[in-house]
Antibody
Framework: QVQLVESGGGVVQPGRSLRLSCAAS????????FHWVRQAPGKGLEWVAA????????YYADSVKGRFTISRDNSKNTLYLQMNSLGTEDTAVYYC????????????????WGQGTLVTVSS | DIQMTQSPSSLSASVGDRVTVTCQAS??????LNWYQQKSGKAPKLLIY???ELETGVPSRFSGSGSGTDFTFTISSLQPEDIATYYC?????????FGQGTRLEIK
């Protein structure tokens, strides 16, 4: 069955960096686009970034553009989120989410989500 | 960016009640709308996609309707296990924005 397992979260000081990973299994990873979505404590869902199935196209929310980088390794069935210059406003649970349709990043819902990994930015 | 306005923000209902949540998009999104269920401490779960299509394995008491800018999510007969927060989300373009969420409680 489809599994998405995030890792890499933790407590980090403002201004530092962190890299999140999302290990996928149970489906053909390389033909699906992926997204990162975050949820600050007690708040709603915020889309963060997306990457196409082949990694050539990447998209970012304005709030993270220039600081975060999404990438993927199709040989390892793994999605990444490199987060630099972290601020307290980045404190959240970060989820990876899979596109429902193959080869798409837009006009397709997210059908599977990981369990999330908590990032806490605090001095 | 397309704004999604979801209402109400919270709702209290009794077991067996019919429950309705609405979501309005700031521009025409055709039928590119999802509804997710998020239980406390868990990841969101896709219930409805393409505004009205029921995801595989989701009970038939859940349904969705609408197109363009106005959408509705309905639980026909509320069950205790339906306690959760429900979110709409458009996916017409990027960013795929979410509604503010509706917290559903049992009376």
């Amino acid at each position: 069955q489809v599994q998405l397992v995030e890792s890499g979260g933790g407590v980090v000081q403002p201004g530092r960096s962190l890299r999140l990973s999302c290990a996928a299994s149970g489906f053909t990873f390389r033909i699906y686009g992926f997204h990162w979505v975050r949820q600050a404590p007690g708040k709603g869902l915020e889309w963060v970034a997306a990457i196409s199935y082949n990694g050539r196209n990447k998209y970012y929310a304005d709030s993270v553009k220039g600081r975060f980088t999404i990438s993927r390794d199709n040989s390892k069935n793994t999605l990444y989120l490199q987060m630099n210059s972290l601020g307290t406003e980045d404190t959240a649970v970060y989820y990876c989410a899979k596109d429902r349709a193959i080869f798409g990043v837009v006009k397709t819902p997210f059908d599977y989500w990981g369990q999330g990994t908590l990032v806490t930015v605090s001095s | 960016d397309i704004q999604m306005t979801q209402s109400p923000s919270s709702l209290s209902a009794s077991v067996g009640d019919r429950v309705t949540v609405t979501c309005q998009a700031s521009q025409d999104i055709s039928n590119y709308l999802n509804w997710y269920q998020q239980k406390s401490g868990k990841a969101p779960k896709l219930l409805i996609y393409d505004a009205s299509e029921l995801e595989t394995g989701v009970p038939s008491r859940f349904s969705g309707s609408g197109s363009g800018t106005d959408f509705t999510f309905t639980i026909s007969s509320l069950q205790p296990e339906d306690i959760a927060t429900y979110y709409c989300q458009h996916y017409d373009n990027l960013p795929p924005t979410f509604g503010q969420g509706t917290r559903l409680e049992i009376k």
